[in-house]
């Protein structure tokens, strides 16, 4: 071979090597990209799916949210067509995260709503808890239910509760006890059972609930309630001079404090009233100025929304309301700080008069947005069936109705349990919103450690928190006065610059009320004319 020959071969040899190696190049281009594609929300959802309580699992909801984000990163750079499919694998994501929660049409006047609970293993199977509620959201009681869910081939009953369970073939079949056969109007029935599969899969067969009143399925379209609301803006007329209000000004939030105009952190305290139907004459100037006399710096309005004179039950509504004008403009002159608030109690879900909620806000909001001393809070205490989820998407309809008219006024949201489980809302709280505080309601007596451990977890998490009803005494806001407890509530609260109302200024004979059953006086109270948690109050306010 001569030197040309062998020059022709290497030319060729080197010609072959570099189309491999573009072709190996653009292969090994092509797999990358598809393993980046990967990590696409797509797949996220799959991972979703399984959401469960093991470790493997947890470890992958949060390499989940992880990929959520880089998801949207990618997105930026790329062509519009794949943005939009992204787009909508986000949203199925999250709606997803929501797996096991299910519900029938929610645009029905009456509805179910199904979630899950906790899932564990019992005996080669996996058992899965879910509570069940019928939300009668229409002006008529509802009678001889029944809640058909689909899907439950291979499934078995573990244990239920609040109805009547069949499980037959492929359906689970939910009737009413005698006890709540009926669904009283804007009321709610809540079931609970669990089921077992062999396998997780399993549970994704379940069908959404189906309701049947009468045999029939139930059809009735909910028709929103136009609540006409007459309100104009109202001008403060002046704030105390040296007063509290004059000197800090509007409040906000920072992190978990309040903090004032000049920002820095600051704390209200003071009390609350009892339901203001039923002790009005309370609510007036010289009552509010003992209390500012004591130390206190806040007033909340309790306005009960059920129980006797409710303001969606009985109650006289323009009463009620002028009720709370007046109380505004006596802590307004007294330049203190005063909570309205819409008392949820026996109607332990806000969303059962939300409607009416709505309306409410809407006119307080109107009235009140050039008084920057007013604080709204949306819902007192949900119970019972009420889960955060509920009390969540509460809020999320109700502040956008106040933002639109009061910017910024402090807004303080209730949690479930009795505002106990304030866990909850720390795991999961609103976003998008300022200015919002979750409140935690303790009865001394009752609530103890397991309480204040919540309350240190959400903290913690940097939730910030509201007293916005305590007492010294048991739940039921009478019996044994527990001081010791109560010490130990305010030794975390003053550590965590939490703000507080306690329960109640009137003269009920009740452990919780802070004045005297036999004192009938209005105001400027004497020692000897407060209860025991009265002086405590007195005490407590007085301290700096
Ligand atoms: C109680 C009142 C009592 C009244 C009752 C009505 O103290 O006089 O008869 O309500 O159901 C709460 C509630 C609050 C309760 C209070 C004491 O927010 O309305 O007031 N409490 O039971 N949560 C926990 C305790």
């Known amino acids: 071979m001569n030197n040309k020959g062998i020059s022709k071969l290497t030319i060729v040899c080197i010609s072959i090597i570099a189309v491999l190696l ?67 694998a986000t949203t199925e994501k999250s709606s997803d995260d929501k797996k096991g929660d299910k519900d029938n ?68 079949t939910i009737t009413a006890e005698s006890y709540n056969e009926t669904i009283n109007a804007k009321g709610m029935v809540d079931i609970g059972f669990q089921l077992k599969f062999k396998d997780e899969d399993s549970f994704d067969n379940l069908s959404d609930p189906v309701l049947y009143v009468n045999g029939e399925e139930y059809t009735q ?130 969303q059962m008069n939300q409607d009416e909620a709505e309306a409410f806000f809407k006119e307080m909001s109107i009235k009140y947005k050039d008084y920057d001393n007013v604080i709204y809070e949306i819902c007192n205490e949900p119970n019972s069936g009420a889960s955060w989820a509920d009390v969540k998407e509460y809020a999320e309809d109700i502040i956008p109705v106040i933002r ?37 309601h303790f009865y001394a007596a009752t609530h103890k450690d397991n309480i204040r451990d919540k309350l240190k977890t959400a903290h913690d998490k940097g939730l910030p928190v509201f007293i916005s009803e305590f007492s010294l005494c048991e739940a039921s806001g009478n019996g044994e006065i527990d001081y010791d407890s109560a010490d130990d509530w305010f030794d975390m609260l003053d550590s965590y610059n939490i703000s507080y109302a306690q329960w109640n200024l009137a003269n009920k004979d009740e452990a919780s009320s802070l004045i005297n059953p036999d004192c009938k006086k209005t105001d400027g109270w004497k020692d000897e004319d407060l209860s025991e948690t009265g002086k405590w109050m007195k005490k407590k306010l007085g301290e700096k």
């Not at 072709?23 to 799916?49: C, D, F, H, M, R």
Request: charged residues 30%; hydrophobic residues 30%.
């Open 22 to 88: 573009v072709v190996v190049g653009i292969l090994v281009g092509y797999i990358a990209g598809n393993k980046n594609s990967q990590k696409s929300p797509e797949n996220t959802t799959t991972q979703v799916v399984s959401n469960d309580t093991t470790e493997e699992v947890t470890e992958a909801t949060e390499q989940d949210n992880d990929t959520g984000e880089i998801a949207e990163e990618e997105t930026e750079d790329e062509p519009e067509d794949k943005t939009e499919d992204k787009t909508e």
């Open 105 to 172: 049409d929610k645009n029905l006047a009456c509805y179910v709503k199904m979630t899950s609970g906790d899932h564990w293993e019992n005996g080669g199977f996996i058992v899965k808890q879910y509570n069940a509620v019928i939300h009668n959201k229409s002006k008529e009681d509802i009678n001889g239910w029944e809640i058909k869910i689909n899907g439950v081939k291979g499934g078995k009953l573990e244990g239920s509760w609040n109805g009547k369970f069949k499980l037959s073939g492929d359906t689970l």
């Open 221 to 350: 379209e909910y028709v929103k309630e136009e609540i006409e609301v007459n309100a104009e803006p109202k001008t403060p007329e002046s704030y105390a001079s040296g007063s509290e209000f004059e000197k800090h000004g509007r409040l906000s939030v920072k992190g978990t404090d309040i903090v004032d105009k000049n920002g820095e952190k600051y704390r209200l305290k003071g009390v609350s009233t009892h339901g203001l139907a039923w002790f009005p004459e309370y609510v007036n100037k010289k009552s509010f100025e003992t209390i500012k006399g004591y130390g206190g710096n806040l007033i909340r309005l309790a306005m009960y929304t059920a129980e006797g004179g409710g303001y969606c039950t009985d109650g006289d509504q323009d009463k009620l309301k002028k009720l709370i004008d007046d109380g505004v403009t006596y802590a307004t002159e007294l330049g203190m700080y005063v909570i309205v608030d819409w008392h949820i109690l026996s109607d332990s879900n806000p």
């Open 404 to 440: 639109e008219n009061d910017k910024e006024a402090i807004i303080l949201v209730g949690t479930p349990t009795w505002c106990q489980d304030i866990d909850e809302a720390a795991k999961d709280p609103l976003t998008g919103f300022d200015n919002v505080m979750y409140t935690v």
